[in-house]
T-cell receptor, first 110, second 112 residues
């Protein structure tokens, strides 16, 4: 099955730093979603993007739908320890199926 | 509270012993699906259902069965589990026509 290329695979940062991660695909997507998964829990939806070029914020999180519709970016500003987890991107090609990235594991040092 | 529930959360079983993992959602969602999550492989779809009595294979359906007799429930059945089905399983649901998918808390299955 198709998967998205997500990078970086992992990040270890200091509290207060900003974080950036991205997803790329060879296919065009109609929708991009960003999820966070805490240890031992299911993924929780953070941000949904519907239009190329769209920039959407949710608190300290900002995500963008790439102009080419083949990529998306997630930024976290002023990271805190509870930001620790795995962040997944997911894309919808319009055929009812959601394709997931392989995840970015974020560790935050106090 | 709107949610997707799964049971059991943890299960250790032996090869060949049939098991069922239940999934239920209270959001009246038409679309439900099952994923497995393995290290380095991300989330892979096993089966999905677009409505009652309508199910279809995802990317990794071998060794699994599903049924959708009621809108709210979507059980995952392993008729004869094998060790390569040891994984973390997630059920998810969403409204037809929308992309936002909501996940259950996960079921960690170990097959020895």
């Amino acid at each position: 099955g198709q998967q998205l290329n997500q990078s970086p695979q992992s990040m270890f940062i200091q509290e207060g730093e900003d974080v950036s991660m991205n997803c790329t695909s060879s296919s065009i997507f109609n929708t991009w979603l960003w999820y966070k998964q805490d240890p031992g829990e299911g993924p929780v939806l953070l941000i949904a993007l519907y239009k190329a070029g769209e920039l959407t914020s949710n608190g300290r999180l900002t995500a963008q739908f790439g102009i080419t519709r083949k990529d998306s970016f997630l930024n976290i500003s002023a990271s805190i320890p509870s930001d620790v987890g795995i962040y997944f991107c997911a894309g919808n090609t319009g055929f009812q199926k959601l394709v997931f990235g392989t995840g970015t594991r974020l560790l935050v040092s106090p | 509270e709107a949610q997707v529930t799964q049971n059991p959360r943890y299960l250790i079983t032996v090869t060949g012993k049939k098991l069922t993992v239940t999934c239920s959602q209270n959001m009246n969602h038409e679309y439900m699906s099952w994923y497995r999550q393995d290290p380095g492989l991300g989330l892979r779809q096993i089966y999905y259902s677009m409505n009652v009595e309508v199910t279809d294979k995802g990317d990794v359906p071998e060794g699994y069965k599903v049924s959708r007799k009621e809108k709210r429930n979507f059980p995952l059945i392993l008729e004869s589990p094998s060790p390569n089905q040891t994984s973390l399983y997630f059920c998810a649901s969403r409204t037809q026509g929308l992309t936002e998918q909501y996940f259950g808390p996960g079921t960690r299955l170990t097959v020895t």
